[in-house]
T-cell receptor
Framework: KAGVTQTPRYLIKTRGQQVTLSCSPI?????VSWYQQTPGQGLQFLFE???????NKGNFPGRFSGRQFSNSRSEMNVSTLELGDSALYLC???????????FGPGTRLTVL | KNEVEQSPQNLTAQEGEFITINCSYS?????LHWLQQHPGGGIVSLFM???GKKKHGRLIATINIQEKHSSLHITASHPRDSAVYIC??????????FGAGTRLTVKP
């Protein structure tokens, strides 16, 4: 089986812009979770989608949003980018969220 | 106080040594995860456990639910084990709370 893929792998944006990141889960997995990793805050949970519905959300502002499509692929959007949004964004998939997660390689976002 | 605390923050060992990384959590959990992150960012899920002990090769993970404590052990450590090891607690809501990570360096 192919692993979790994320595109793009690297991205440079400027403050105020918006960005969309994509995650393709392992085939058959219906749960996709998104995480932000920064040197200061470490890994933090953003949200989880299951069967096209946001099932759980972390403590991030509304500028961070996501969606999941019928094929379980997920996108994450960040609007009005701030310097502090520079981070590694990781997605992870699992069959239904109750088993171990498989992580993608991440998208490294730099906001200038 | 963080909900998930790991110790030590940094660990240097000689090849062959037995290594222990500790994790304490203060939240109710449905599962405790051990993750490995190599330079460059790739994360591998090593273990997910809710009770007892799991073993995979040279890696062993244990959890004590009553004490809210988990340990990751590496036997016969090798330089390729050098990585950041992260403990994470997940609740029934599937949100994960992460420890700050333990940076392990194994010297040949």
């Amino acid at each position: 089986k192919a692993g979790v893929t994320q595109t793009p792998r690297y991205l440079i944006k400027t403050r105020g812009q918006q960005v969309t990141l994509s995650c393709s889960p392992i085939s058959g997995h219906r749960s996709v979770s998104w995480y932000q990793q920064t040197p200061g805050q470490g890994l933090q949970f953003l949200f989880e989608y299951f069967s096209e519905t946001q099932r759980n959300k972390g403590n991030f502002p509304g500028r961070f949003s996501g969606r999941q499509f019928s094929n379980s692929r997920s996108e994450m959007n960040v609007s009005t980018l701030e310097l502090g949004d520079s981070a590694l964004y990781l997605c992870a998939s699992s069959f239904d969220g109750s088993y171990g997660q498989f992580f993608g390689p991440g998208t490294r976002l730099t906001v200038l | 106080k963080n909900e998930v605390e790991q110790s030590p923050q940094n660990l240097t060992a000689q090849e062959g040594e037995f290594i222990t990384i500790n994790c304490s959590y203060s939240v109710g959990i449905s599962a405790l995860h051990w993750l490995q992150q190599h330079p460059g960012g790739g994360i591998v899920s090593l273990f997910m456990l809710s009770s007892g002990k799991k073993k995979h090769g040279r890696l062993i993970a244990t959890i004590n639910i009553q004490e809210k404590h988990s340990s990751l052990h590496i036997t016969a450590s090798h330089p390729r084990d050098s990585a950041v090891y992260i403990c994470a607690a997940s609740s029934n809501n599937n949100d994960m709370r992460f420890g700050a990570g333990t940076r392990l360096t194994v010297k040949p």
